[in-house]
C-alpha cells in the first residue's frame, strides 16, 4: 500500500488569513501536516497561534482558506457544499474543550442521534451507544441529561459522540482544557484508547505537553506553519 493510500488526512500548504479593519492577519502561513491511519497526533502551540482555525479548516467547518485538504483521499477544495457535508458526517468525528451536548436530551440519546443521523437503526445507534457510555464508565448514568453529569462525566458523553460512527479522524480541540488535572488525565486516556481500539486517527489540539507526550507524535504550530 502506498503512503497516500495509508494518509488519513494531507495538508499541503495552507493558509488562512482574517481582515480587521484595514489590517490582515494571517494566521495560517503554508501548513504541511499528513495523518497516517490509526495515528494519534498531538497538535501543540500557545493561545493564539492557530490550533482551532487548523481544526476548522481540516473539519471543513468553513471556507477562505488557500492550498489543499484532501481528508480520507478526497480533495475537500474539489466538493461542494453536499460533498463536503458528507465527508464530514462520514469521516469526522468532533470533541471540543466545551462538550455541546443537547440539553434536553440524555447522555445515550446524544450519543444516539449523530448514528441515527447517519443513516444507522434504531437498535443498532442504541446498542453501540451504550457500550461506548459503559467502555466509558458510565453504564448508570445513560438516562441523565447533561445538568446532571459532572463535568467529566459530560465530556466522557461528548467523546462517546465523537466516536459513535467510527469516524476515520477524530479532531479534538482542547478536549480537556475545561477540566481539572486528575479528570482531565483520566479523560484523556479512555478517550485515546478508545480511538486506538477502533483503529481511527486523532489530531488533538492542547497546550499540555504532558497529556501531549502520552501521543504518538507531536507537532507544534509557530509563526503560522507545523514544525514536527
Avoid: C
Wanted: overall charge negative; proline content about 3%; hydrophobic content about 40%.
Amino acid at each position: 500500500m502506498s503512503d497516500a493510500a495509508q494518509q488519513v488526512l494531507a495538508v499541503t500548504e495552507l493558509t488562512r488569513s482574517f481582515s480587521q479593519g484595514d489590517v490582515t492577519i494571517e494566521v495560517l502561513r503554508g501548513v504541511d501536516l499528513s495523518i497516517a491511519s490509526g495515528e494519534i497526533v498531538a497538535l501543540l502551540g500557545p493561545s493564539g497561534s492557530g490550533k482551532s482555525t487548523l481544526l476548522q479548516a481540516v473539519g471543513l467547518l468553513e471556507g477562505g482558506y488557500g492550498g489543499s485538504i484532501r481528508l480520507a483521499g478526497v480533495e475537500a477544495a474539489k466538493e461542494g457544499n453536499d460533498g463536503r457535508t458528507r465527508l464530514r458526517r462520514e469521516k469526522l468525528g468532533f470533541v471540543y474543550q466545551f462538550h455541546h451536548l443537547l440539553p434536553d436530551f440524555t447522555a445515550l440519546e446524544n450519543v444516539v442521534l449523530p448514528q441515527l443521523i447517519w443513516g444507522a437503526s434504531e437498535a443498532e445507534a442504541r446498542d453501540r451507544a451504550t457500550a461506548l457510555l459503559r467502555d466509558l464508565g458510565l453504564a448508570q448514568r445513560l438516562d441523565h441529561k447533561p445538568s446532571k453529569l459532572s463535568g467529566g462525566e459530560q465530556q466522557r458523553v461528548a467523546v462517546a459522540r465523537a466516536l459513535a460512527n467510527k469516524p476515520a479522524l477524530v479532531l479534538a480541540d482542547e478536549p480537556t482544557g475545561n477540566l481539572d488535572e486528575r479528570t482531565a488525565d483520566i479523560v484523556l486516556d479512555e478517550f485515546v484508547r478508545l480511538v486506538r481500539e477502533q483503529g481511527s486517527a486523532a489530531l488533538i489540539a492542547t497546550h499540555n505537553e504532558r497529556l501531549a507526550a502520552r501521543m504518538d507524535r507531536m507537532v507544534r504550530l509557530h509563526d503560522g506553519r507545523v514544525e514536527q
